[in-house]
């Protein structure tokens, strides 16, 4: 199985840009697909695929690859957005997921 | 509305056996695959096991193998885990997490129930 790497924590002043990066030898092969975690709460989807939101989510939540990376970018954080995000895709057997240890994001 | 409602979590102690639950419904259960994932307290999500949705293709994360089995009942929309050999390892919140995809091999699942808390403690 492979593993996926996150910052364990990221702050990002309100209204501002943040990025949230996942690396993983799976990545090469199977996109990311990221969750929003917050306390107390089950994890949320907020992108899928390639760069796909599910219903609901706002479009300041977006999704790319490149190489080994996945990244989860917000434009214009708000204070809701406060939460832990974890990234998850299957490893490089294919039958198994993996999780990314997930990123603190704090909204200053 | 899809609806995910695990239970039969508790108290046990080490070396001890427990037997998870989970409702589905607003959904056609037996078109899903299925997976748990458990989070240890203060840590991080872990996935546990994958069921397809015919019972057809069955992993496990290799910290469970060989102790947990994993099951469904089509019949009666339920998803099940059998947790033998219990260690202080395994203290987590356990999630039953419908399957993205109907593909033979797991995909990150779309929706979560709200977990049921396994402590294995003496």
């Known amino acids: 199985s492979s593993e996926l790497a996150q910052d364990p924590a990221v702050s990002v002043a309100l209204g501002q840009t943040v990025r949230i990066t996942c690396q993983g030898d799976?990545?090469?092969?199977?996109?990311a697909t990221w969750y929003q975690q917050k306390p107390g709460q089950a994890p949320v989807c907020v992108i899928y695929?390639?760069?796909n939101r599910p219903s609901g989510i706002p479009d300041r939540f977006s999704g790319s690859n490149s190489g080994s990376t996945a990244s989860l970018t917000i434009t214009g954080a708000q204070a809701e957005d406060e939460a832990d995000y974890f990234c998850n895709s299957r490893d490089t057997s294919g039958n198994h997921l993996v999780f990314g240890g997930g990123t603190k994001l704090t909204v200053l | 509305e899809v609806q995910l409602v695990e239970s039969g979590g508790g108290l046990v102690k080490p070396g001890g056996s427990l037997r998870l639950s989970c409702a589905a419904s607003?959904?056609?259960?037996?078109?899903?695959?299925m997976n748990w994932v458990r989070q240890a307290p203060g840590k991080g999500l872990e996935w546990v096991s994958f069921i397809s949705s015919s019972s057809s293709y069955i992993y496990y994360a290799d910290s469970v193998k060989g102790r947990f089995t994993i099951s469904r009942d089509n019949a009666k929309n339920s998803l099940y885990l059998q947790m033998n050999s219990l260690g202080a390892e395994d203290t987590a919140l356990y999630y039953c997490?419908?399957?993205?995809?109907?593909?033979?091999?797991?995909?990150?699942?779309?929706?979560w129930g709200q977990g049921t808390l396994v402590t294995v403690s003496s």
């Open positions: 997490a419908r399957d993205s995809s109907d593909y033979y091999q797991p995909n990150p699942p779309d929706y």
């Open positions: 695929g390639k760069n």
């Open positions: 607003g959904f056609t259960f037996s078109s899903y695959n």
């Open positions: 799976s990545l090469r092969r199977y996109y």
